[in-house]
């Protein structure tokens, strides 16, 4: 600590701050001896220096501390997560890293990501990796490396025990997808790989499938907006038929349209493992084995199906599987086209289904007064329900106004002044058994 700062620090803080730190009696009495205020501070802000040494757990990596760690290593005992952002201390920082992979003992988290590393600096990376035996979480999204950068280190990682793996939106294509999909049938620790923003295409989608088929490990895997079109998706739902590992699939802003989403549903049917599947804006309008899938499978709680224009038939479809469904606590169907009509199947099954707690209905074309009788159905008589988002529909002055109300419980008087009496009366039996509405967003 610099002497400038020692002589500021008053006694007192530094004796409470410290008195587990060393002996508080010592330190008094070398206090109290002429000439030694100085030399008992230092010792105080040596032991306290150590001890936020001891502390650390993140550190961003620049010139300077990138030497106090190589330098003071021994100390930084709890230190596990290290980032680099700054693209110019490449040269002299990445070559520390192996350095600091050997003798820091708990470092097992690298974030790399929003740095620009490029083709060349990834490369020098892959040469300090394969040492790195405590890393078990690696984060190189949003770079500006391509396939050359990324078949390096997935080679360097090939023996480590990574469990977490993010090249998001870092310019790969289907060049990376070989080594990526051999590293998926080698890995014994892998669980999470995000992949997103990367062009896959229908061959490295293939590539992709052959390393799924034969990995044990991974539990969530994010392809979204990766191109992934129609024929790509039969290969990934003919994986998802055999593989019991994964739970949760994002295949958000794709080109999947009704073909490849049918094939990853009727995967579904097969092997009831995913949890969790996200296929929003990705040209469907309909999914006839959906309705078959909420029917009979226990296990999926969150979909998403937001930014498609489901069709009618659709809609009515879903409707249906909903009313039978007992595990979907998430539904998400924001800005997919819904009407009045749609909206009012939906409230129905909502009302008969026991596990909803979540429905996104925001960015539709509900309208007026009769699409908000549907909103108040469901807030009144959804059973479980604990979220309702409406927002960006055109409700008209007085829909938004009992929209408003349902937040501030005065919607049966509101109502009733709009002339919905004969629905009141309705509501009114059914608030008995449910007095906390859910939550509106509107």
């Known amino acids: 600590m610099e002497s400038d700062y020692v002589n500021r620090m008053p006694l007192s803080v530094l004796f409470q701050v410290f008195e587990n730190v060393l002996d508080i009696d010592d330190i008094i009495e070398w206090a109290s001896k002429p000439n030694n205020l100085r030399t008992s501070l230092m010792v105080v802000c040596k032991n306290w220096e150590y001890a936020i040494k001891a502390s650390v757990q993140v550190v961003s990596l620049n010139k300077r501390n990138a030497r106090l760690l190589e330098k003071y290593h021994s100390q930084f005992l709890s230190l596990h997560t290290v980032s680099i952002s700054n693209p110019d201390l490449y040269p002299t920082i990445i070559p520390l890293l192996g350095f600091l992979f050997q003798y820091l003992p708990a470092f097992k988290i690298l974030d790399i990501s929003v740095s620009q590393l490029s083709d060349e600096n990834a490369i020098l990376l892959s040469k300090e990796l394969p040492i790195a035996s405590r890393l078990n979480t690696l984060s190189l999204g949003f770079n500006d490396f391509g396939d050359e950068g990324c078949v390096a280190i997935i080679e360097a990682i090939k023996n480590l025990n990574i469990e977490r793996l993010s090249f998001t939106n870092c310019s790969m294509g289907e060049d990376s997808l070989e080594p990526l999909g051999s590293y998926l049938k080698s890995t014994k620790t892998l669980k999470k790989l995000d992949w997103s923003y990367n062009d896959i295409g229908y061959i490295g989608a293939v590539s992709l499938a052959r390393g799924l088929r034969e990995n044990s490990t991974l539990t969530k ?20 038929k055999t593989n019991k590992s994964i739970k949760k699939l994002d295949l958000r802003d794709n080109e999947m349209g009704d073909q490849g989403a049918s094939n990853i549903a009727e995967a579904l049917l097969v092997n009831p493992i995913i949890s969790s599947l996200k296929i929003s804006n990705n040209e469907i309008t309909d999914i006839p084995s959906l309705r078959r899938v909420l029917e009979v499978n226990y296990t999926l709680s969150v979909l998403d199906l937001s930014m498609n224009i489901l069709s009618s038939d659709f809609i009515t479809s879903l409707s249906h599987g909903l009313v039978a469904n007992k595990s979907l606590t998430i539904l998400r169907l924001a800005n997919c086209k819904i009407d009045n009509k749609g909206l009012a199947l939906l409230a ?20 007026e007064l009769d699409g908000v009788m549907s909103i108040v159905s469901i807030v009144q008589q959804g059973n479980g329900l604990k979220g309702l988002k409406v927002n960006k529909n055109k409700l008209g002055t007085d829909g938004i106004e009992i929209v408003k109300a349902l937040k501030s419980k005065q919607v049966l008087q509101l109502l009733e002044k709009k002339g919905c009496s004969l629905f009141v009366s309705s509501v009114l039996k059914e ?12």
Do not use: M, W
């Open 348 to 367: 129905f099954s909502v009302n008969h289904n026991t596990t909803l707690q979540t429905l996104d209905i925001s960015e539709n074309k509900i309208r």
């Open 221 to 240: 895997l994010k392809l979204r907006k990766c191109s992934i079109e129609g024929y790509a998706a039969l290969g990934i739902g003919d994986v998802l």
């Open 431 to 442: 608030n008995k058994q449910n007095p906390k509405p859910p939550r509106v967003l509107n």
